[in-house]
């Protein structure tokens, strides 16, 4: 099959990561008889300092016309003199909208190899850890009204946070399909003991269940969420929640791994479309010196495979690769310290190619 991608290497280690990514895609085209072919376009400080806007109509033109996207990273200090409006993350939100991005997911996973790296005891993560939080992405609080008012107590200000049944019922539907292809199991997090919202969300996700039979469905409240995610993290396989409370989860999950290098992510539309990104950012400490993990953006490109093309086999193939890389005590020099010879990018690239 033939596959179109829309590649945006964007700044810093955007370009690196992303070029040691087509790589190892390279590998499973062939390895799987698929052809990809990758559009590369412009989009945050790169596409200022070329067009003069963060993000041009034919990048997006171009993003909506491919099967999928993958970006590296956008930013640098470069641009951080702009206003607001014509930062290069802007480009980012610009991407977002115009996609209909409204599913985040972001997986927490802790490879073993790597359990060192982690802040949580060796025998809560024993055997490695794979979690992902599917956040609602344009609703709730951070889209709901806000305003200024004055009260007895002095000026106040108000965020409103609503959910309609139709935005909560698809990005359940995101997570529960998410956990047919996974472990089966759907952690629903929302403070129904207090907030209207979440009673209608509870609703609603327990209504959309009910067309996922082999799924379990579990209801936790946002703050015993929070706890349990460092406690017995191992409970969890699918976690959906709101844009807010996804927000702060998504980061605990991340954390719990150790290495921002390591995590991928995917912000998926209706209709399997999605953008796939490392969580990192542009890196403009070490652009440019080879120094750059580019395990991220290599995961997240086997999260398009999974998750978009359809294509599982292929996508453990990444992962496995991955995995041997690892296993065979290859690292970069952001997970090494002072008592390990680390490999380059590129060298990376190549190691984690040639175990395809
Ligand atoms: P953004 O605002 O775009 O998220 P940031 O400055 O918050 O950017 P990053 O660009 O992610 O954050 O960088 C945070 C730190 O992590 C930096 O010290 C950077 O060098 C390091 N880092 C980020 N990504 C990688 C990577 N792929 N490999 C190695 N180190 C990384
Ligand atoms: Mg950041």
């Known amino acids: 099959m033939n596959y179109n991608i829309a590649v945006i290497p964007g700044d810093g280690i955007g370009p690196e990561v992303v070029a040691e990514t087509l790589k190892v895609l390279d590998k499973v085209g062939d390895k799987f008889n698929h052809k990809f072919n990758y559009t590369q376009v412009l989009a945050g400080g790169a596409a200022i ?8 109509s ?6 909506k016309n491919s099967d999928a996207v993958l970006l590296g990273a956008v930013g640098g200090p470069k641009w951080d003199a702009l206003p607001g409006e014509q930062r290069p993350e802007r480009a980012l939100l610009g991407i977002r909208k115009a996609l209909g991005l409204y599913a985040n997911l972001r997986p927490a ?22 979690i992902v939080v599917v956040r609602e992405l344009t ?12 009260t007895p107590m002095g000026p ?11 935005e909560v019922k698809r990005i359940a539907k995101v997570a529960f399909d998410m956990a047919m292809k996974r472990g089966k199991k759907v952690t629903s997090v ?8 979440s009673r209608l969300w509870r609703r609603v996700v327990a209504e959309v269940a009910a067309d996922y039979p082999d799924v379990t469905l579990d209801n936790l409240y946002v703050d015993n969420a929070s706890m349990q995610l460092v406690r017995n993290p191992k409970q969890f396989d699918v976690i959906v929640t709101s844009n807010m409370f996804g927000d702060i989860l998504s980061d605990e999950a991340s954390q719990i791994t150790g290495s921002i ?22 890196a403009p400490d070490i652009a440019g010196t080879g120094q750059a993990n580019p395990i991220a953006t ?5 999260m398009m495979l999974r998750y978009t093309f359809g294509l599982m086999d292929e996508a453990a193939s990444i992962e496995n690769a991955v995995h041997k890389f690892l296993k065979n005590g290859y690292r970069t020099a952001d997970l090494c310290g002072d008592a390990k010879e680390s490999v380059t990018t590129i060298k990376a690239g190549d190691l984690i190619a040639a175990e395809i």
């Open 49 to 56: 300092d070329e067009t003069g806007e963060c993000l041009p």
């Open 58 to 63: 034919e990048t997006v033109n171009i993003c």
């Open 109 to 130: 996973m802790v490879f073993d190899e790597l359990a060192d790296a982690s802040p949580l005891k060796p025998e809560i993560i024993a055997g490695g850890l794979d």
């Open 139 to 150: 609703g709730g609080i951070y889209f709901g009204e806000k305003g200024h008012k004055d």
């Open 156 to 166: 106040a200000a108000y965020d409103v946070e609503e959910y309609s049944e139709g």
């Open 190 to 197: 929302d403070k129904a003991n207090v907030l209207e919202s």
């Open 261 to 282: 290098g390591m995590l991928p992510s995917a912000s998926l539309a209706d209709g399997n479309f999605g953008m796939y990104e490392p969580v990192h950012g542009s």
């Open 298 to 302: 290599i995961l997240s490109a086997a």
